[in-house]
């Protein structure tokens, strides 16, 4: 775990990175069988919630939003 960023690993924003995590998770459960149906992420995920509270918490800029693509 020597290698594991912290930060990144623990942020709480909704970026690409983020959403296609939880993406590849789902359709992990899926094929699994373990989560039955169709369930929209990007319909179910709603940002403003975290984003008020990184607001209140002046920590807006504390993470840097990734793309899908990056690691």
């Given at each position: 775990?020597?290698?594991?960023?912290?930060?990144?690993?623990?942020?709480?924003?909704?970026?690409?990175?983020?959403?296609?995590?939880?993406?590849?998770?789902?359709?992990?459960?899926?094929?699994?069988?373990?989560?039955?149906?169709?369930?929209?992420?990007?319909?179910?995920?709603?940002?403003?919630?975290?984003?008020?509270?990184?607001?209140t918490l002046n920590l807006q800029t504390?993470?840097?939003?990734?793309?899908?693509?990056?690691?």
């Amino acid at each position: 775990y020597a290698s594991v960023d912290l930060k990144r690993h623990s942020a709480p924003i909704f970026d690409g990175y983020n959403i296609s995590l939880i993406k590849q998770k789902l359709k992990a459960g899926q094929d699994l069988k373990l989560i039955r149906g169709n369930i929209d992420v990007d319909r179910w995920i709603e940002s403003k919630y975290v984003n008020n509270a990184l607001k209140t918490l002046n920590l807006q800029t504390f993470w840097t939003p990734q793309g899908a693509s990056d690691k």
